[in-house]
């Protein structure tokens, strides 16, 4: 999907994936399992998993390319009474995130980008771990169904994709 449709959703409606926290996340964190640390939120949206972790004790950034996401989470923030780092940019062409993190979550962006953009997804996401980093990818995988064929976009990874993209870099749970 292109970039304009995230822009005018995200400033004139409430998107159908803004849930909150993240049921996955909320119980990582809550268990121990991934401890306060540095994090980024890749494709953060409106900021709830920003801001959760936030609330958790973690040193986090949000990046998101539309700025009318940055804005209502940098407003979800600042009602919170957190500190998050809420960036614009391009996960497929990085150009306002430096270092590395001990944490990435990724809920629903990359499985939205079609091949090429996925490729450069992992070329500019792959320069901010380190190695022992942890990376929460969610996504949609399935076999592509023959309709999927005639929409412009990407639904989901096909089976066996996460392994492929990420298997060499991270142990994949």
């Known amino acids: 999907m292109n970039k304009q449709f995230y822009e005018l959703g995200y400033r004139y409606f409430r998107m159908p994936w803004e849930v909150g926290p993240r049921e996955e996340l909320a119980g990582l964190v809550e268990s121990g399992r991934i401890a306060p640390c540095r994090a980024i939120d890749l494709g953060c949206g409106t900021g709830s998993n920003a ?24 407003r979800r923030a600042d009602s919170t009474g957190v500190k998050v780092q809420f960036i614009v940019d391009d996960l497929t062409d990085l150009r306002n995130v430096n270092g590395t993190y001990d944490f990435l979550a990724d809920y629903g962006t990359l499985d939205d980008l079609d091949q090429a953009d ?3 997804y992992v070329q500019n996401v792959e320069p901010l771990t380190h190695p022992g980093s942890m990376f929460l990818l969610w996504c949609f995988e399935w076999p592509r169904r023959w309709w999927e064929r005639l929409i ?3 639904l989901a990874f096909e089976p066996g994709e996460a392994e492929r993209r990420f298997g060499e870099r991270f142990e994949i749970e």
């Open 118 to 120: 996925r490729d450069l």
């Open 152 to 154: 412009p976009f990407e």
């Open 51 to 74: 801001v959760f972790l936030a609330q958790h004790g973690f040193d986090v950034t949000g990046v998101d390319y539309a700025a009318s996401a940055i804005e209502k989470a940098r």
